[in-house]
C-alpha cells in the first residue's frame, strides 16, 4: 500500500470513527453567530463590500446547494455591508473558467481547485492566500478529519479547505433490478451480464455525465485498481516501474469497452453533463450509478432516494482480480482564496464563517455524507436513509485504494487520459493502441 493511500484510508476511517460517536456531545464549533466567525458582526466598516464565490454546488435541488445559500444568506444578514455574488457552475466549467482567470491573474475572492497534483499549477503561479492562520481561528482546523488537509498544503502552507472525503460506489434501484430479475453483482462478469437483463427488460442500465470528462476516468480508474491488483499502478508508472502499456492497463481498457459495448450508458453519453447524468439516475430513468459517495445526498432527497428504492454496492472485482474493499479515494474539491483579492480580510472572514457553519448545516439539509469535516448528530435519528446509513458503514470497510488520475499526473498528461477514456464512449478502440496513446502522452508531458 503506499503512502497516498494510508492516508487517505486513516482519514477516511477517522471520519467514520467521527460519525459514530457524533451523538456523544456537540464541541460547539458549528454555530451560526458572528462572534465565532471571529467578526463583530459588521466586517470591514460600513464600506460596501462584494465578495465573488465560484462554486460547484449549480442544482438546486442539491443538498450542498441549499446549505450554501443559507449560510450565505445568515452571513449577509449578519453583515448588510457585505453581498456574496455566487458564480455557481458545473466541476469542468468551473475548471476551464478557473483556468482563464487564472491566466489574467484575476481569480474569484473565492474558488474551488482539487488536490494534489491539480491544484499545484496555481500554487506555483502564486494565485492563493495561504490560510494557515485562519484556520487556527476559533477551532476550525480541529473540525476537520485528520490528514485531510495535508492534500491542499505546499511547503508548509495551507491553500484550500476541502468540502469532501469520499469512496466510489455503485448506486442502484432495486425497483429495477427487481423487474429485471437481476441480482446485485459481485463480479465484474456479473456486472456486464446484469446490464444485458436490463437492456432486456428495455430498462437504461447506467447513467453517467461523460460530457464532463473526469467521470468516465473515475470509472475506468476502479477497473484498473482491480485489473492491477490493488493501488498504486499510476505511482509505478511516475517512479519508472511500469508504463502505461503493462497488461494491467490493457485489461482495464478490455474491461471499460465490455461495459460500454455492452450498451450499459445512455445514448449520447458525451452530451450529458455531471448534472444531467445523475440526474437520469435520480429521476428513476437508470438502474445504476458509479459515482463518488458525495451523491448520497442528492440521490437521498430525489425521487427514487425517497421511495426507498436505491441500494448501494461495492465495485467488484474483475477477472477474479482486486479487493472490493479497496476504492477509489477521494479528497474532495477545496475552496481557496485569491491572493489579490481586493477584500482579502472580509473573504478570508466569511469562508472562516462559512466552513464552521458547514458541518452542521449539511447535516441538516441531508448532505453529510463523505464531508472533510467531523460531523456532530446521529444520521438515523436525523432521518438520513437507510441507503445513506448502508454509505457510512461501507466507509469503516475502507482498506486502501487510489486517487483520481488528474489527481495524480500532471495536467498535460490527465488531460490525454481524459480525451482518450471519453472516445471510448464514442467508438471501439484497440486496447493496446489506447495504452500506447497514454504512454505517449505522459512522455510529452514529463
Avoid at 462559512?354 to 448528530?377: C, D, H, R, S, W
Wanted: net charge negative; hydrophobic share 40%.
Amino acid at each position: 500500500m503506499n503512502k497516498t493511500s494510508k492516508r487517505v484510508i486513516g482519514t477516511i476511517l477517522t471520519g467514520a470513527l467521527a460519525v459514530s460517536l457524533a451523538a456523544c456531545g456537540n464541541n460547539g464549533n458549528n454555530t451560526s453567530s458572528p462572534e465565532a466567525s471571529g467578526t463583530n458582526g459588521n466586517a470591514g466598516g460600513k464600506e460596501k463590500v462584494t465578495i465573488t464565490f465560484q462554486n460547484i454546488y449549480p442544482d438546486a435541488t442539491d443538498p450542498k446547494h441549499q446549505m450554501m445559500k443559507k449560510i450565505v444568506a445568515q452571513y449577509e444578514a449578519d453583515h448588510p455591508n457585505v453581498k456574496i455574488e455566487l458564480d455557481s457552475l458545473n466541476t469542468d466549467q468551473q475548471k476551464l473558467k478557473l483556468k482563464t482567470q487564472a491566466a489574467s491573474k484575476e481569480i474569484p475572492d473565492i474558488t474551488i481547485v482539487n488536490p494534489a497534483a491539480q491544484m499545484k499549477p496555481f500554487v506555483d503561479a502564486d494565485l492563493f492566500a495561504p490560510l494557515n492562520e485562519m484556520v487556527e481561528k476559533n477551532g476550525l482546523k480541529d473540525t476537520f478529519q485528520e490528514g485531510i488537509l495535508d492534500y491542499y498544503s505546499f511547503n508548509g502552507n495551507l491553500y484550500a479547505l476541502p468540502d469532501g472525503n469520499n469512496v466510489g460506489l455503485v448506486y442502484y434501484n432495486k425497483k429495477m433490478f427487481e423487474e429485471a430479475g437481476a441480482k446485485v453483482p459481485t463480479t465484474f462478469e456479473e456486472m456486464v451480464e446484469v446490464v444485458k437483463q436490463l437492456k432486456a427488460k428495455k430498462i437504461q442500465p447506467m447513467a453517467i455525465g461523460e460530457k464532463d470528462t473526469w467521470t468516465g476516468s473515475f470509472l475506468f480508474m476502479n477497473m484498473l485498481l482491480r485489473t492491477n491488483g490493488g493501488p498504486g499502478f499510476l505511482q509505478d508508472v511516475v517512479d519508472g516501474k511500469k508504463t502505461f502499456e503493462d497488461p494491467a492497463f490493457v485489461e482495464a481498457v478490455d474491461a471499460f469497452q465490455s461495459l460500454v459495448q455492452a450498451g450499459a450508458f445512455q445514448e449520447g453519453a458525451t452530451s450529458f453533463d455531471y448534472n444531467a447524468g445523475e440526474n437520469l439516475f435520480k429521476t428513476g430513468k437508470a438502474a445504476m450509478y458509479y459515482m463518488g459517495s458525495w451523491a448520497t445526498g442528492g440521490i437521498e432527497t430525489s425521487t427514487v432516494g425517497t421511495s426507498g428504492d436505491v441500494g448501494v454496492f461495492k465495485f467488484p472485482t474483475i477477472n477474479g482480480k482486486g479487493n472490493p474493499d479497496e476504492f477509489m479515494l477521494a479528497p474532495g474539491s477545496g475552496f481557496a482564496v485569491s491572493k489579490n483579492s481586493k477584500h482579502l480580510a472580509e473573504t478570508l472572514d466569511f469562508l472562516n464563517y462559512f466552513m464552521l457553519n458547514y458541518p452542521k448545516e449539511t447535516f441538516t439539509a441531508k448532505g453529510a455524507v463523505g464531508i472533510a469535516q467531523k460531523v456532530e448528530g446521529d444520521f438515523k435519528a436525523a432521518g438520513y436513509s437507510d441507503m445513506a446509513m448502508d454509505v457510512l458503514s461501507i466507509f469503516k470497510d475502507v482498506k486502501g485504494g487510489d486517487l483520481a488520475f488528474d489527481n495524480t499526473m500532471n495536467p498535460g498528461t490527465a488531460q490525454v487520459h481524459l480525451s482518450s477514456i471519453q472516445n471510448l464512449f464514442v467508438a471501439k478502440k484497440d486496447a493496446a493502441s489506447v495504452a500506447k496513446e497514454h504512454q505517449q502522452g505522459y512522455e510529452d508531458n514529463k
